[in-house]
């Protein structure tokens, strides 16, 4: 079993910055893939960015250029750098991790921007 526990949410305004983590714990094996998707009222579930274990990042062509994802594999953490902030970003967040096709998820984190 793994747990995500998502962390760094909250208020900020357009144009702002937002970093948030993501702490995975459990039986993590040596592969696996770790993402933020990220959730609007009425819409569907969408990737925002992921990361292989070696470190190559893919993006949603909405967030190229405004966001960052990175990770520490020795802490089995994900990170999101936010900047350039919309209000067209405002969502729940959520942490993904997947390993032998399994997904799991975190509890999500909201994020709104707004002035």
């Known amino acids: 079993q793994v747990q995500l526990v998502e962390s760094g949410g909250g208020l900020v305004q357009p144009g702002g910055s937002l970093r948030l983590s993501c702490a995975a714990s459990?039986?993590?094996?040596?592969?696996?893939?770790m993402g933020w998707y990220r959730q609007a009222p009425g819409k569907e579930r969408e990737l925002v960015a992921d990361i292989t274990l070696g470190g190559s990042p893919n993006l949603a062509d909405s967030v190229k250029g405004r966001f960052t994802i990175s990770r520490d594999n020795a802490l089995n953490t994900v990170y999101l750098q936010m900047n350039s902030l919309k209000p067209e970003d405002t969502a729940v967040y959520y942490c993904?991790?997947?390993?032998?096709?399994?997904?799991?998820w975190g509890q999500g984190t909201q994020v709104t921007v707004s002035s």
């Open positions: 459990g039986t993590i094996f040596s592969r696996n893939i």
């Open positions: 993904n991790l997947q390993q032998w096709r399994i997904d799991y």
